[in-house]
């Protein structure tokens, strides 16, 4: 191995195809068997090892890796300190706040004295801690949806894509207090060799991610959902806004990147967004 580039990458999940994707897309050729613990790039200093995700941020910081693809939330949860070398886009999910329809949320305050269950008790920590505010968070590993109706939490703290699933579980999403994206992490202290061959990989990651395309988005907004809706976009600049004939409504329109856009589809119907059109870009300038 000596001085080939070594990623950490998860053998097998919601990251590992786009994970693989992305690197064969920088023109990096390699043939992994779905069984496989590790491969090797052809042409390019490039090996792999395939692990569980929980296990990426570790890896990559004892040196077993060189570099890893991970969830930003898998990352910040392990508390490890890694350097964040590249927001790869995809995966995209938040973590909310979810509780019964009746339980009265009004805010973060909400959740003072309530029980919790989250697999993200560390993120979850230090967004309460900012708040000021004191609950009990339950730790569990997998399956927090059913913690509420199990009766061991009055709350939940999970991540949500679509929202399907809490859906399914009698849960309503109250507030979202985190987001999260695949993220390409790197050791602090790469060997001078390494450095090279991941300096090379950026290059082209970087030419793929502005080829990438974007997406125009136009749609019709209750009034008062505006600030939430710009959050949801994100991007370089503030989304265009139009007054509508009827008092309560604006269209809104703004450039949202592909590899997010339907997560921001999601987000944006779940706020009430009507009439979502959608259209392709052909020239843009940044
Ligand atoms: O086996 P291994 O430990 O490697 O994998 P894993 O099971 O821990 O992770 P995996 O593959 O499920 O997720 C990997 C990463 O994908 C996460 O760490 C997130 O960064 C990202 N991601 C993106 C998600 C989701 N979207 C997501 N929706 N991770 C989990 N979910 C779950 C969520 O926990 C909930 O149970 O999907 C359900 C909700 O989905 P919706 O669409 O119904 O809202
Ligand atoms: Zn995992």
């Keep these: 191995m000596g001085n080939r580039l070594i990623a950490a990458i998860q053998k097998s999940g919601r990251l590992s195809e786009k994970s693989l994707e992305m690197i064969k897309s920088c023109g990096i050729d390699f ?18 090892l395939f692990v569980r995700d929980d296990d990426i941020p570790g890896y990559v910081s004892d040196g077993v890796a060189d570099i890893g693809i991970v969830g930003r939330n898998e990352l910040d949860e392990s508390g490890i300190e890694l350097e964040i070398v590249r927001d790869l886009g995809f995966a995209s999910c938040r973590l909310s706040i979810a509780a019964p329809p009746a339980f009265e ?10 029980r919790i269950a989250t697999s993200y008790p560390r993120i979850l920590q230090s967004i309460l801690n900012e708040k000021g505010v004191k609950a009990t968070p339950v ?19 999970d991540l949500v894509s679509t929202g399907t699933t809490l859906k399914m579980n009698g849960l309503e999403e109250k507030e979202c207090i985190y987001r999260s994206s695949a ?20 290059e082209r990651l970087d030419a793929v991610m502005l080829a ?17 809706a710009a959050e949801v976009i994100g991007g370089m600049k503030s989304p265009t806004v139009t007054p509508l004939m009827d008092e ?15 997560s921001v589809f999601e987000e944006l119907k779940a706020l009430g967004a009507e ?7 052909e020239k843009m300038t940044e």
């Excluded at 069984?35 to 792999?48: V, Y």
């Excluded at 990438?212 to 939430?228: A, G, S, V």
Aim: glycine share 8%; aromatic share 8%.
């Design 31 to 48: 043939y992994a068997d779905s069984r496989a613990l590790k491969a090797s790039a052809s042409g390019f200093p490039l090996d792999f």
């Design 105 to 114: 949320y009004k805010g973060l305050e909400s959740l003072e004295g309530k």
């Design 139 to 157: 730790v569990v590993s997998g399956s927090v949806e059913i913690t509420v109706d199990a009766g061991i939490a009055d709350a939940i703290a």
């Design 183 to 202: 993220v390409l992490v790197s050791r602090k202290d790469l060997e001078e060799e390494k450095k090279i061959a991941l300096r090379s990989l950026l």
């Design 212 to 228: 990438r395309h974007k997406k125009y988005i136009l749609f019709n907004l209750p009034k008062d959902r505006l600030e939430k």
């Design 248 to 262: 309560g409504w604006i269209s809104v329109q703004s450039a949202v990147d592909e590899g997010r856009f339907w």
């Design 275 to 281: 009439g979502i059109l959608v259209m392709n870009i």
